[in-house]
């Protein structure tokens, strides 16, 4: 029942189209009642359950590995500047090793 009110209430709702607004072809801003009017609506999603899986299988069979040099990671104070979002840093010292990863995001906008 929540989809489809929200199915409704987003196919009910009314936009401006761009040639409407005179605000494109001029330096003056718009006015509160003309904001009221275009805008899109604001419409909450309540759910009450979220369920997010991430299925890996992998398998190491067989590797050899003689002789090796396996060493330090070491990840450097400038590494990640200048980064914005979500990432995800695996390391591994060792051989023959099977890495996976999941990353799971709940976003709430407001």
Known sequence: MRYLTL???VLLS????????????????????????TRGGQYELN???MQADSDMY???VGN??????TGNNV?????FSGSSGV???VQNTGNNVLIQN????NLTLK
């Open 7 to 9: 199915t409704v209430a």
């Open 14 to 37: 009314w936009g401006a189209v761009a040639d409407e607004l005179d605000i494109l072809t001029t330096s003056d801003t718009l006015s509160d009642s003309s904001m009221y009017e």
């Open 47 to 49: 759910i009450d359950y």
């Open 58 to 60: 992998g398998d190491v």
């Open 64 to 69: 050899g590995a003689y002789g090796n040099t």
């Open 75 to 79: 990840i450097d104070g400038g590494a």
């Open 87 to 89: 990432f995800n840093v």
């Open 102 to 105: 999941a990353t799971v995001v």
